[in-house]
């Protein structure tokens, strides 16, 4: 039975599923044969609820517009604990994320009948940004639990798309491609993933079968949607110029907020043409009155509108080599994927730092859920890349998890240990816990003060238990001992502290 995957994006999302032994992927949405994502778009309208790339175009046409409430980029409100006011009812943002995620199923069952085709829907293995807090992951789960899908799994989005890459450079051989990586090992790659919301740079190594993340950086907020008003504030300054003079400010303001859904929409098509044509022609009729807008836009014009951003797009990969402490020359290759990646602007820029060393990929945007369809149907596993570690006394270090730890959504990883405080200074045991190699720690993740009860004269046994969930959040909790002859749960309770770690570094075992 083939398994899905499943890349929930800021804008767009798209459900995949892979069949190893057929060795295809099968999508659910196309576009003149072509498969695409489906808009993150929801649009909200007369007691009635449209999800997808009927709710963008109608939110280019009806934004501000009352009796209609449309929500986008809901994927950065799941750690927001502020709910959505929409016609005065207060919605959480992980229903709206299940709105979506259950159009994404939905969509392949009554459209391409998946049901039928023996592709298990119930389970799949979800996409994250590098920096996706435990909370949201939290959340995402929450979302996709509304539309009936099991998360066996969360996986980075730069681990699941040189997966893909290299599965489809081996002709969708499993076998060829734990051999291709192997080929990789101990060699850095890049990953330069633009979307329509933000920009993601990881730096990745593979070292014996496991791929691990080494440095990151990102831009938010400047990203495809950011071009596309930047155009089309472009667009209405030229319009301006030509033809606004006889009209006052206030009035011009009033038009541009009035049109600025239906201006979006159009510079969005002017972008996505200019990747394959040096002009586009942007129209629209009747913007106010008797005036047109009528435009060309050359790609050099679009060029210049984007560059600021693209000079600090490059800033932000020297900020990632710098984290994961190499340099450019010490990069192998560098993946452009995400929609924005289409851009020539986009594809020279990272061409002149890196040469031949970049992989232009072909459909850039589907890369990130063939990846997840494919460690899905694997069953691959992430793994724990760095130690967690107690700090001691004497500055040395107990390994609570060790790298390497499978650590999957069935399963939690859990670990007890009991140690000796001596030092009744403060009244407290300070319980450290850091993330390291070796035994040698590199950050610290968390402190707990754990109330010592024992007589100053004695050491008092701390008890600390840690656990990493399903959601890759680590929970640590300590306490004494002597806690224990306490007689009511309540003042047990008050001498227990704990701490949650939601930022662990976790990789891709492709081997196990």
Known sequence: MAKIGIDFGTTNSLLVAFDKDKREFTYF??????????????WYHDNDVVVGDMAREKMYQLSGVDGH????????KLANSESI??????????????QIINKLKEDSIQKYKANILDIDLNRAVFTIPVNFSGKSREELRRSAHEAGIEITTFIHEPFA??????FNKCHKNHTNVVQELDHLNSQYLLTFDWGGGTLDITV?????????EKGTSELTNRAGDKFDEDLARYVWSKFIDQKGKKYNPEYLEKIRIQRWGRLLSIAEKCKIQLSTDMQSEFILERVMENENIDIIIHRDDFTKIIESTVTDALNKIDEALKQAGIKD????????????CNIPAIQKAV???????????ENPELLIAQGAAIISEMAWLPVLTKDILVQLSDDSYYPLFERNLPIASNMNAVK???????????????VIICEGLDQDAHKTLGIINVPLLGHDLFGDDIFVEAKINRDIVLHVSGYSKMSQGHKTPEQQYSVRKSCEINQLCFGLDIKR
């Open 329 to 340: 020359i010490d990069i192998s290759s560098v993946l452009l994927i995400g929609g924005t």
């Open 351 to 361: 061409t002149n730092k890196f040469g031949h060393r970049v992989v232009t990929v």
């Open 416 to 430: 007890s240990e009991t140690f000796t405080c001596v030092d009744h200074r403060g009244k407290n045991a300070k």
């Open 69 to 76: 409430h449309f929500e986008r980029s809901v994927k950065l």
């Open 85 to 98: 006011n929409i016609f005065g009812e207060r919605v959480q943002p992980h229903k709206v994320a299940g």
């Open 204 to 212: 990745v190594q593979i070292e014996n079968g496991k791929i691990s």
């Open 29 to 42: 949405n196309y576009i003149d044969n072509t498969p695409v994502p489906t808009s993150s778009t929801v």
């Open 161 to 166: 798309a040189i997966v893909a890459y290299y």
